[in-house]
Protein backbone atom coordinates (compact mmCIF):
# COMPACT_ATOMS: atom_id res chain seq x y z
CA UNK A 1 0.00 0.00 0.00
CA UNK A 2 1.24 3.13 -0.71
CA UNK A 3 1.08 6.68 1.35
CA UNK A 4 1.73 10.27 0.38
CA UNK A 5 3.29 12.63 2.40
CA UNK A 6 0.57 15.00 4.46
CA UNK A 7 2.56 18.28 3.98
CA UNK A 8 1.63 20.59 0.70
CA UNK A 9 4.58 19.34 -2.56
CA UNK A 10 7.29 22.14 -2.58
CA UNK A 11 9.10 23.74 -5.61
CA UNK A 12 12.44 22.41 -5.43
CA UNK A 13 14.84 24.53 -7.35
CA UNK A 14 17.18 23.03 -9.91
CA UNK A 15 20.10 24.57 -8.20
CA UNK A 16 23.49 23.76 -6.99
CA UNK A 17 24.36 23.80 -3.40
CA UNK A 18 26.62 26.80 -2.80
CA UNK A 19 24.01 28.97 -4.39
CA UNK A 20 21.04 28.15 -2.98
CA UNK A 21 23.19 28.92 0.59
CA UNK A 22 24.78 31.91 -0.26
CA UNK A 23 23.13 33.54 -3.10
CA UNK A 24 19.64 33.22 -2.01
CA UNK A 25 17.31 36.50 -2.27
CA UNK A 26 15.23 35.38 0.79
CA UNK A 27 17.52 35.12 3.52
CA UNK A 28 16.19 36.26 6.62
CA UNK A 29 19.30 37.50 8.56
CA UNK A 30 22.54 39.60 7.65
CA UNK A 31 26.14 39.27 6.52
CA UNK A 32 27.03 39.96 10.25
CA UNK A 33 25.01 36.95 11.91
CA UNK A 34 27.31 34.77 14.14
CA UNK A 35 26.43 31.12 11.89
CA UNK A 36 29.18 28.77 13.75
CA UNK A 37 31.12 29.46 17.09
CA UNK A 38 34.04 26.94 18.39
CA UNK A 39 32.15 26.01 22.31
CA UNK A 40 35.92 25.59 23.52
CA UNK A 41 37.57 28.66 22.80
CA UNK A 42 34.94 30.95 21.42
CA UNK A 43 36.25 31.76 18.05
CA UNK A 44 33.53 32.44 15.91
CA UNK A 45 32.82 33.25 11.90
CA UNK A 46 29.63 35.07 10.75
CA UNK A 47 27.55 34.38 7.27
CA UNK A 48 29.65 36.60 5.69
CA UNK A 49 33.32 35.01 7.31
CA UNK A 50 32.06 31.46 6.04
CA UNK A 51 31.38 32.72 2.00
CA UNK A 52 35.08 34.41 2.15
CA UNK A 53 36.90 31.35 3.88
CA UNK A 54 34.96 28.73 1.77
CA UNK A 55 35.57 30.41 -1.43
CA UNK A 56 39.16 30.85 0.14
CA UNK A 57 39.47 27.22 0.53
CA UNK A 58 37.75 26.30 -2.51
CA UNK A 59 40.59 28.88 -4.85
CA UNK A 60 43.27 27.10 -2.99
CA UNK A 61 42.37 23.55 -4.25
CA UNK A 62 42.05 25.00 -7.69
CA UNK A 63 45.61 26.89 -7.60
CA UNK A 64 47.63 24.39 -5.45
CA UNK A 65 45.87 21.17 -6.55
CA UNK A 66 44.35 22.26 -10.12
CA UNK A 67 41.38 21.03 -9.44
CA UNK A 68 38.72 20.12 -11.22
CA UNK A 69 34.74 19.77 -11.42
CA UNK A 70 34.09 16.04 -9.54
CA UNK A 71 37.40 15.62 -7.93
CA UNK A 72 36.81 14.04 -4.68
CA UNK A 73 38.18 15.94 -1.14
CA UNK A 74 38.05 13.33 1.60
CA UNK A 75 37.88 14.79 5.26
CA UNK A 76 39.05 12.76 7.90
CA UNK A 77 38.59 15.27 11.20
CA UNK A 78 36.97 15.25 14.40
CA UNK A 79 34.58 18.44 14.44
CA UNK A 80 35.89 21.60 14.57
CA UNK A 81 34.23 25.28 13.05
CA UNK A 82 36.91 24.89 10.02
CA UNK A 83 35.14 21.66 8.47
CA UNK A 84 31.91 23.61 7.31
CA UNK A 85 33.98 26.16 5.48
CA UNK A 86 35.95 23.17 3.92
CA UNK A 87 32.50 21.70 2.67
CA UNK A 88 31.21 25.00 1.35
CA UNK A 89 34.22 25.68 -0.53
CA UNK A 90 34.84 22.14 -2.40
CA UNK A 91 31.27 21.97 -3.40
CA UNK A 92 31.41 25.34 -4.51
CA UNK A 93 34.02 24.95 -7.40
CA UNK A 94 32.24 21.51 -8.39
CA UNK A 95 34.04 19.22 -6.03
CA UNK A 96 32.63 16.39 -4.00
CA UNK A 97 33.05 15.98 -0.29
CA UNK A 98 33.35 12.60 0.85
CA UNK A 99 33.74 12.77 4.67
CA UNK A 100 35.13 10.11 6.85
CA UNK A 101 35.05 8.51 10.66
CA UNK A 102 38.58 9.26 11.69
CA UNK A 103 38.56 6.43 14.44
CA UNK A 104 38.93 4.35 10.94
CA UNK A 105 41.89 2.79 10.70
CA UNK A 106 45.24 2.83 8.23
CA UNK A 107 43.72 -0.16 6.44
CA UNK A 108 40.34 0.83 6.65
CA UNK A 109 41.50 4.68 5.13
CA UNK A 110 43.48 3.11 2.13
CA UNK A 111 40.14 1.16 1.11
CA UNK A 112 37.91 4.59 1.09
CA UNK A 113 40.70 6.63 -1.01
CA UNK A 114 41.11 3.73 -3.36
CA UNK A 115 37.55 3.42 -3.39
CA UNK A 116 36.47 7.42 -4.18
CA UNK A 117 39.51 8.22 -6.04
CA UNK A 118 39.75 10.78 -3.45
CA UNK A 119 42.36 14.43 -5.40
CA UNK A 120 43.36 14.88 -1.95
CA UNK A 121 42.11 14.41 1.98
CA UNK A 122 42.13 16.93 4.64
CA UNK A 123 43.02 16.14 8.47
CA UNK A 124 44.21 17.47 11.90
CA UNK A 125 47.60 17.25 12.85
CA UNK A 126 47.21 14.93 15.48
CA UNK A 127 46.01 12.03 12.57
CA UNK A 128 48.70 12.81 10.21
CA UNK A 129 50.97 10.05 10.40
CA UNK A 130 47.37 7.80 9.98
CA UNK A 131 46.78 9.98 6.92
CA UNK A 132 50.27 9.89 5.64
CA UNK A 133 50.48 6.01 6.02
CA UNK A 134 47.20 5.84 4.48
CA UNK A 135 48.15 8.29 1.27
CA UNK A 136 51.39 6.34 0.70
CA UNK A 137 48.89 2.97 0.86
CA UNK A 138 46.66 4.58 -1.77
CA UNK A 139 49.23 6.55 -4.23
CA UNK A 140 48.27 9.61 -2.83
CA UNK A 141 51.21 11.96 -3.01
CA UNK A 142 51.63 13.74 0.62
CA UNK A 143 51.45 17.50 -0.60
CA UNK A 144 47.45 16.35 -1.30
CA UNK A 145 47.43 16.18 2.77
CA UNK A 146 45.86 19.02 4.20
CA UNK A 147 46.14 19.25 7.63
CA UNK A 148 43.91 22.26 9.81
CA UNK A 149 45.37 22.99 13.09
CA UNK A 150 44.82 26.16 15.47
CA UNK A 151 48.37 25.89 16.29
CA UNK A 152 49.33 29.42 15.47
CA UNK A 153 53.02 28.29 15.06
CA UNK A 154 52.05 25.56 12.42
CA UNK A 155 53.36 26.60 8.81
CA UNK A 156 53.94 24.84 5.20
CA UNK A 157 52.45 25.01 2.22
CA UNK A 158 49.91 22.03 3.22
CA UNK A 159 49.12 23.93 6.37
CA UNK A 160 45.29 25.94 6.26
CA UNK A 161 44.93 28.26 8.89
CA UNK A 162 41.39 30.17 7.68
CA UNK A 163 41.43 33.34 9.01
CA UNK A 164 38.62 35.95 7.26
CA UNK A 165 40.41 39.24 8.22
CA UNK A 166 43.22 37.78 6.20
CA UNK A 167 41.05 37.28 3.01
CA UNK A 168 40.93 40.50 0.98
CA UNK A 169 37.23 41.20 0.46
CA UNK A 170 37.83 42.33 -3.11
CA UNK A 171 38.55 38.98 -4.65
CA UNK A 172 34.95 38.15 -3.67
CA UNK A 173 32.96 41.27 -4.85
CA UNK A 174 31.09 40.14 -7.25
CA UNK A 175 28.80 36.58 -6.80
CA UNK A 176 30.69 33.08 -7.75
CA UNK A 177 29.56 31.55 -10.84
CA UNK A 178 29.58 27.47 -9.73
CA UNK A 179 30.26 25.13 -12.18
CA UNK A 180 27.67 22.91 -11.45
CA UNK A 181 25.12 23.10 -14.66
CA UNK A 182 23.22 19.62 -13.93
CA UNK A 183 22.30 20.20 -9.96
CA UNK A 184 19.94 17.00 -10.30
CA UNK A 185 22.67 14.74 -11.33
CA UNK A 186 26.45 16.23 -10.30
CA UNK A 187 27.61 14.96 -6.66
CA UNK A 188 27.84 17.02 -3.98
CA UNK A 189 28.58 14.16 -1.62
CA UNK A 190 29.87 11.19 -1.32
CA UNK A 191 29.03 9.03 1.97
CA UNK A 192 29.86 5.57 3.00
CA UNK A 193 26.61 3.99 4.15
CA UNK A 194 27.53 0.49 6.08
CA UNK A 195 25.68 -2.59 4.63
CA UNK A 196 25.02 -6.00 5.54
CA UNK A 197 26.45 -7.37 2.39
CA UNK A 198 29.84 -6.76 1.93
CA UNK A 199 32.17 -3.59 2.40
CA UNK A 200 30.54 -0.13 3.37
CA UNK A 201 28.67 1.40 -0.52
CA UNK A 202 29.77 4.55 -1.50
CA UNK A 203 26.35 6.68 -1.93
CA UNK A 204 26.07 9.47 -4.55
CA UNK A 205 24.03 12.72 -3.17
CA UNK A 206 23.72 15.27 -6.02
CA UNK A 207 23.16 19.18 -5.14
CA UNK A 208 19.55 19.02 -5.40
CA UNK A 209 19.07 15.97 -3.01
CA UNK A 210 20.70 17.91 -0.32
CA UNK A 211 18.55 21.33 -1.46
CA UNK A 212 15.91 19.12 -1.49
CA UNK A 213 16.34 17.79 1.58
CA UNK A 214 16.80 21.19 3.31
CA UNK A 215 13.51 22.54 2.32
CA UNK A 216 11.62 19.58 3.00
CA UNK A 217 12.43 19.99 6.84
CA UNK A 218 11.98 23.23 7.02
CA UNK A 219 7.97 23.14 5.89
CA UNK A 220 7.91 20.80 9.32
CA UNK A 221 9.79 23.19 10.96
CA UNK A 222 8.33 26.66 9.87
CA UNK A 223 7.53 29.03 12.54
CA UNK A 224 9.27 26.83 15.13
CA UNK A 225 13.01 27.25 14.15
CA UNK A 226 14.94 30.39 13.00
CA UNK A 227 17.89 32.26 12.94
CA UNK A 228 17.21 33.13 16.93
CA UNK A 229 17.73 29.70 17.75
CA UNK A 230 21.07 28.77 19.44
CA UNK A 231 21.73 24.58 18.15
CA UNK A 232 24.58 22.18 20.13
CA UNK A 233 26.98 20.28 17.41
CA UNK A 234 28.63 17.46 18.85
CA UNK A 235 27.22 15.21 16.83
CA UNK A 236 30.05 13.88 14.02
CA UNK A 237 30.41 15.88 10.76
CA UNK A 238 31.51 12.65 9.02
CA UNK A 239 27.98 11.20 9.34
CA UNK A 240 24.97 11.97 7.19
CA UNK A 241 23.07 13.35 9.89
CA UNK A 242 26.14 15.97 10.76
CA UNK A 243 26.37 16.29 7.18
CA UNK A 244 22.96 17.47 6.05
CA UNK A 245 21.15 18.84 9.62
CA UNK A 246 24.17 20.52 11.97
CA UNK A 247 26.39 21.77 8.23
CA UNK A 248 23.78 22.72 5.98
CA UNK A 249 20.19 22.99 7.54
CA UNK A 250 21.77 25.28 10.45
CA UNK A 251 23.64 27.65 7.81
CA UNK A 252 20.12 27.51 5.89
CA UNK A 253 18.20 28.35 8.76
CA UNK A 254 20.49 30.80 10.29
CA UNK A 255 20.71 29.37 13.99
CA UNK A 256 24.05 30.07 15.50
CA UNK A 257 25.69 26.61 16.42
CA UNK A 258 28.16 25.60 18.61
CA UNK A 259 30.92 22.85 17.33
CA UNK A 260 32.38 20.54 19.92
CA UNK A 261 34.77 17.89 18.80
CA UNK A 262 32.81 15.25 19.98
CA UNK A 263 29.71 14.18 23.06
CA UNK A 264 31.27 15.09 26.75
CA UNK A 265 27.87 15.29 28.67
CA UNK A 266 29.28 17.88 31.50
CA UNK A 267 30.81 19.89 29.08
CA UNK A 268 27.27 19.94 26.76
CA UNK A 269 26.03 20.74 29.86
CA UNK A 270 28.49 24.18 30.33
CA UNK A 271 27.82 24.87 27.14
CA UNK A 272 23.76 25.15 27.19
CA UNK A 273 24.23 26.61 30.46
CA UNK A 274 26.14 29.77 29.56
CA UNK A 275 25.25 30.18 25.81
CA UNK A 276 21.40 29.47 26.32
CA UNK A 277 21.14 26.87 23.91
CA UNK A 278 17.76 26.43 22.34
CA UNK A 279 18.43 23.40 20.27
CA UNK A 280 19.86 20.02 20.78
CA UNK A 281 20.81 17.29 18.04
CA UNK A 282 20.88 14.04 20.20
CA UNK A 283 21.01 10.29 19.70
CA UNK A 284 19.65 7.74 21.76
CA UNK A 285 23.08 6.71 24.13
CA UNK A 286 23.64 10.85 25.00
CA UNK A 287 19.98 10.80 26.20
CA UNK A 288 20.46 8.11 28.41
CA UNK A 289 23.74 9.71 29.71
CA UNK A 290 21.59 12.76 30.50
CA UNK A 291 18.86 10.75 32.63
CA UNK A 292 21.48 8.86 34.03
CA UNK A 293 24.24 11.15 35.26
CA UNK A 294 23.14 13.25 38.55
CA UNK A 295 25.89 15.34 37.26
CA UNK A 296 23.15 17.22 34.82
CA UNK A 297 21.42 18.44 38.00
CA UNK A 298 24.38 20.73 38.71
CA UNK A 299 23.15 23.02 35.21
CA UNK A 300 20.75 25.37 34.55
CA UNK A 301 19.38 23.60 30.53
CA UNK A 302 16.00 25.83 30.79
CA UNK A 303 17.39 27.69 27.63
CA UNK A 304 16.21 23.98 25.71
CA UNK A 305 12.81 24.20 23.75
CA UNK A 306 13.60 21.11 22.12
CA UNK A 307 15.86 18.20 21.57
CA UNK A 308 16.00 16.03 18.32
CA UNK A 309 16.86 12.46 18.24
CA UNK A 310 18.14 10.59 15.29
CA UNK A 311 20.02 7.69 13.89
CA UNK A 312 18.64 5.00 15.75
CA UNK A 313 15.19 4.37 17.64
CA UNK A 314 14.99 5.76 20.80
CA UNK A 315 12.95 3.64 23.57
CA UNK A 316 9.62 5.09 24.76
CA UNK A 317 11.83 4.68 28.39
CA UNK A 318 14.10 6.88 27.40
CA UNK A 319 11.46 9.69 26.12
CA UNK A 320 9.28 9.33 29.44
CA UNK A 321 12.79 9.44 31.82
CA UNK A 322 13.86 12.94 29.95
CA UNK A 323 10.33 14.23 30.22
CA UNK A 324 9.56 13.26 34.18
CA UNK A 325 12.86 14.83 35.18
CA UNK A 326 13.79 17.49 33.64
CA UNK A 327 10.24 18.31 31.78
CA UNK A 328 12.02 18.17 28.26
CA UNK A 329 10.36 18.16 24.74
CA UNK A 330 12.13 15.42 22.36
CA UNK A 331 11.20 14.30 18.71
CA UNK A 332 12.51 11.61 16.34
CA UNK A 333 13.66 12.16 12.94
CA UNK A 334 14.29 9.19 10.67
CA UNK A 335 16.31 8.37 7.75
CA UNK A 336 19.28 6.97 6.20
CA UNK A 337 22.46 7.92 4.04
CA UNK A 338 20.38 6.98 0.70
CA UNK A 339 17.80 9.78 1.46
CA UNK A 340 20.08 12.53 2.21
CA UNK A 341 19.15 11.71 5.42
CA UNK A 342 15.81 12.56 6.07
CA UNK A 343 12.59 10.97 4.85
CA UNK A 344 10.41 11.42 8.21
CA UNK A 345 10.25 14.35 10.62
CA UNK A 346 8.14 14.86 14.19
CA UNK A 347 7.13 18.79 15.05
CA UNK A 348 7.28 19.45 18.60
CA UNK A 349 3.83 18.88 18.94
CA UNK A 350 3.96 15.22 17.20
CA UNK A 351 6.87 13.97 19.97
CA UNK A 352 4.83 15.48 22.72
CA UNK A 353 1.81 13.51 21.40
CA UNK A 354 2.82 10.41 19.64
CA UNK A 355 6.35 9.38 21.62
CA UNK A 356 7.74 5.92 19.75
CA UNK A 357 6.89 7.12 16.34
CA UNK A 358 9.53 8.43 13.89
CA UNK A 359 7.07 10.99 12.54
CA UNK A 360 5.55 11.61 8.91
CA UNK A 361 7.01 11.88 5.44
CA UNK A 362 8.30 14.98 4.75
CA UNK A 363 7.27 16.77 1.85
CA UNK A 364 7.34 15.77 -1.82
CA UNK A 365 7.75 12.39 -0.78
CA UNK A 366 5.84 8.65 -1.49
CA UNK A 367 5.96 5.41 0.60
CA UNK A 368 4.72 2.45 -0.14
CA UNK A 369 4.68 -0.91 2.75
CA UNK A 370 5.78 -4.05 1.25
CA UNK A 371 4.36 -7.41 3.37
CA UNK A 372 7.07 -9.39 4.39
CA UNK A 373 7.26 -12.83 3.12
CA UNK A 374 5.45 -15.19 5.44
CA UNK A 375 4.16 -12.68 7.18
CA UNK A 376 -0.03 -11.83 7.11
CA UNK A 377 -0.91 -8.21 7.50
CA UNK A 378 -4.50 -7.20 8.07
CA UNK A 379 -6.44 -5.86 5.02
CA UNK A 380 -5.96 -2.10 5.27
CA UNK A 381 -3.04 -2.02 7.21
CA UNK A 382 -0.15 0.29 6.33
CA UNK A 383 2.50 -2.42 7.53
CA UNK A 384 5.76 -4.22 5.75
CA UNK A 385 9.19 -2.80 4.62
CA UNK A 386 9.05 0.76 4.29
CA UNK A 387 9.61 2.16 0.60
CA UNK A 388 10.32 5.65 -0.73
CA UNK A 389 10.22 7.84 -3.24
CA UNK A 390 11.20 11.72 -3.52
CA UNK A 391 13.79 14.31 -4.75
CA UNK A 392 16.18 13.69 -2.08
CA UNK A 393 16.83 9.96 -2.91
CA UNK A 394 20.51 8.97 -3.57
CA UNK A 395 21.35 8.87 -7.79
CA UNK A 396 23.14 5.04 -6.40
CA UNK A 397 25.98 3.36 -5.23
CA UNK A 398 29.45 4.41 -6.58
CA UNK A 399 31.01 1.92 -9.00
CA UNK A 400 28.10 -0.59 -8.07
CA UNK A 401 25.62 -1.33 -10.23
CA UNK A 402 24.47 -3.99 -9.22
CA UNK A 403 23.75 -3.00 -5.17
CA UNK A 404 22.39 0.23 -6.87
CA UNK A 405 19.77 -2.25 -8.75
CA UNK A 406 19.07 -4.11 -6.19
CA UNK A 407 17.98 -1.12 -3.87
CA UNK A 408 15.22 0.19 -6.24
CA UNK A 409 12.06 -1.35 -6.99
CA UNK A 410 10.84 -1.48 -10.88
CA UNK A 411 8.83 1.27 -10.02
CA UNK A 412 11.28 3.80 -8.47
CA UNK A 413 10.60 3.01 -5.25
CA UNK A 414 13.91 2.81 -2.72
CA UNK A 415 14.45 -0.41 -0.34
CA UNK A 416 14.89 1.12 2.88
CA UNK A 417 15.34 -2.65 4.66
CA UNK A 418 13.27 -1.25 7.57
CA UNK A 419 10.10 -2.66 8.58
CA UNK A 420 7.10 -1.36 10.39
CA UNK A 421 3.90 0.65 9.91
CA UNK A 422 1.85 3.74 9.70
CA UNK A 423 -0.65 4.52 11.97
CA UNK A 424 -4.23 6.80 11.07
CA UNK A 425 -2.53 10.16 11.74
CA UNK A 426 0.64 9.28 9.39
CA UNK A 427 3.07 8.54 12.33
CA UNK A 428 5.79 6.11 11.43
CA UNK A 429 6.81 3.59 13.56
CA UNK A 430 9.78 1.32 13.27
CA UNK A 431 9.15 -2.57 14.89
CA UNK A 432 12.37 -4.35 12.65
CA UNK A 433 15.01 -4.02 10.20
CA UNK A 434 15.62 -6.23 7.81
CA UNK A 435 19.12 -4.82 7.22
CA UNK A 436 20.86 -6.06 10.56
CA UNK A 437 23.29 -3.34 11.41
CA UNK A 438 24.44 -3.65 14.58
CA UNK A 439 24.35 0.35 16.12
CA UNK A 440 26.96 0.88 18.84
CA UNK A 441 26.95 4.07 20.74
CA UNK A 442 25.30 5.54 17.64
CA UNK A 443 27.75 4.43 14.89
CA UNK A 444 26.98 1.54 12.55
CA UNK A 445 29.06 -1.67 12.56
CA UNK A 446 28.27 -3.89 9.61
CA UNK A 447 28.57 -7.51 10.40
CA UNK A 448 29.92 -8.46 6.86
CA UNK A 449 32.96 -6.62 7.05
CA UNK A 450 33.61 -8.08 10.31
CA UNK A 451 32.68 -11.21 8.85
CA UNK A 452 35.05 -10.95 6.33
CA UNK A 453 37.71 -10.03 8.15
CA UNK A 454 37.76 -12.73 10.93
CA UNK A 455 37.32 -15.67 8.21
CA UNK A 456 41.21 -14.10 7.45
CA UNK A 457 41.81 -15.60 10.91
CA UNK A 458 43.56 -19.19 10.59
CA UNK A 459 41.68 -21.31 13.07
CA UNK A 460 38.13 -19.81 11.71
CA UNK A 461 36.12 -21.96 9.52
CA UNK A 462 32.90 -20.11 9.64
CA UNK A 463 31.67 -17.07 11.72
CA UNK A 464 28.32 -14.83 11.74
CA UNK A 465 28.33 -11.34 13.52
CA UNK A 466 25.38 -10.50 15.68
CA UNK A 467 24.56 -7.46 17.89
CA UNK A 468 23.89 -8.70 21.38
CA UNK A 469 22.43 -6.09 24.35
CA UNK A 470 25.20 -3.96 25.65
CA UNK A 471 22.77 -2.74 28.59
CA UNK A 472 22.37 0.87 26.92
CA UNK A 473 19.67 1.94 25.38
CA UNK A 474 19.76 2.23 21.52
CA UNK A 475 23.52 0.48 21.79
CA UNK A 476 24.72 -3.26 20.96
CA UNK A 477 27.75 -4.84 21.01
CA UNK A 478 29.55 -7.14 18.06
CA UNK A 479 29.35 -10.53 19.21
CA UNK A 480 31.21 -13.09 16.42
CA UNK A 481 30.21 -16.85 16.56
CA UNK A 482 32.66 -18.93 15.08
CA UNK A 483 33.11 -22.46 13.72
CA UNK A 484 36.74 -23.17 14.05
CA UNK A 485 38.44 -25.25 11.79
CA UNK A 486 39.36 -29.32 12.56
CA UNK A 487 41.96 -29.62 15.01
CA UNK A 488 41.66 -26.44 16.06
CA UNK A 489 40.82 -25.63 19.75
CA UNK A 490 37.62 -23.47 20.92
CA UNK A 491 38.88 -22.47 24.02
CA UNK A 492 40.09 -19.26 25.29
CA UNK A 493 43.24 -18.35 24.22
CA UNK A 494 41.41 -18.94 20.77
CA UNK A 495 38.63 -16.57 21.31
CA UNK A 496 41.29 -13.71 22.35
CA UNK A 497 43.58 -14.02 19.23
CA UNK A 498 40.21 -13.86 17.85
CA UNK A 499 39.60 -10.56 19.58
CA UNK A 500 42.96 -9.03 18.93
CA UNK A 501 42.96 -10.04 15.38
CA UNK A 502 40.13 -8.29 14.58
CA UNK A 503 40.93 -5.12 17.30
CA UNK A 504 44.16 -4.23 15.21
CA UNK A 505 42.52 -3.53 11.84
CA UNK A 506 39.11 -1.90 12.70
CA UNK A 507 37.97 1.16 14.50
CA UNK A 508 37.11 0.86 17.92
CA UNK A 509 33.39 0.92 17.85
CA UNK A 510 33.77 -2.05 15.72
CA UNK A 511 35.35 -4.14 18.01
CA UNK A 512 34.11 -7.27 19.47
CA UNK A 513 32.88 -6.45 22.73
CA UNK A 514 30.16 -8.77 22.79
CA UNK A 515 32.75 -11.16 22.36
CA UNK A 516 33.40 -14.84 20.68
CA UNK A 517 31.33 -17.52 21.42
CA UNK A 518 32.28 -21.21 19.91
CA UNK A 519 29.19 -23.36 17.87
CA UNK A 520 29.68 -26.72 15.96
CA UNK A 521 27.99 -25.15 12.91
CA UNK A 522 25.95 -21.43 11.52
CA UNK A 523 22.94 -21.53 11.08
CA UNK A 524 21.98 -20.80 7.22
CA UNK A 525 19.15 -20.96 5.21
CA UNK A 526 18.85 -23.04 2.17
CA UNK A 527 20.74 -20.41 0.16
CA UNK A 528 23.50 -19.89 2.89
CA UNK A 529 22.23 -16.25 4.11
CA UNK A 530 22.92 -16.16 7.69
CA UNK A 531 19.81 -17.12 10.28
CA UNK A 532 20.88 -14.00 12.51
CA UNK A 533 17.69 -14.20 14.51
CA UNK A 534 18.55 -18.03 15.09
CA UNK A 535 21.28 -16.44 17.07
CA UNK A 536 20.17 -13.67 18.63
CA UNK A 537 17.62 -16.43 19.80
CA UNK A 538 20.54 -18.46 21.33
CA UNK A 539 21.96 -15.25 22.69
CA UNK A 540 18.60 -14.89 24.73
CA UNK A 541 18.48 -18.86 25.41
CA UNK A 542 21.72 -19.04 27.78
CA UNK A 543 20.71 -15.87 29.85
Not at 477 to 497: F, G, Q
Amino acid sequence: MTSKSPYPDIIVPDIDLWSFLFQRQNRQFPDSHVILTDAQTGRRYTFDDLRKLSLNFGSRLQERLKWRKGDVLTIFSMNAIDIPPIVWGTVAIGGVVSPLNPNFSSTELVHYLETSQAKAIVTQKSQYAKVAQAAEGAGLPKDRIIVIDDDDNASGDNIWQPDPHLTPDYKFDSLHKSPITRPKEELAFLVFSSGTTGLPKGVMLSHVNIVANLLQMEVVDAGFLDSKDRALAFLPFFHIYGITCLINYGLFLGMSTYVMPRFDLEACCKVVQNQKITYVYIVPPAVLQMVQNPIVEKYDLSSIRLFNSAAAPLPMELIKALRTKFGFSIRQQYGMSECSPCTHSQTKWEGDEYPGAVGRLVSNMVAKYVPIAGEEVKHGRMEGELWVKGPNVFLGYLNNPTATNESFSEDGYYKTGDVGYEDAYGNFVITDRIKELIKYNGFQVPPAELEALILGHPTVADVAVVGIPSGKAGSELPRAYIKVKEDNRANHKTADDIVEFVRSKVAPYKQLRGGVHFIDAIPRNPSGKILRRELKKLYANKL
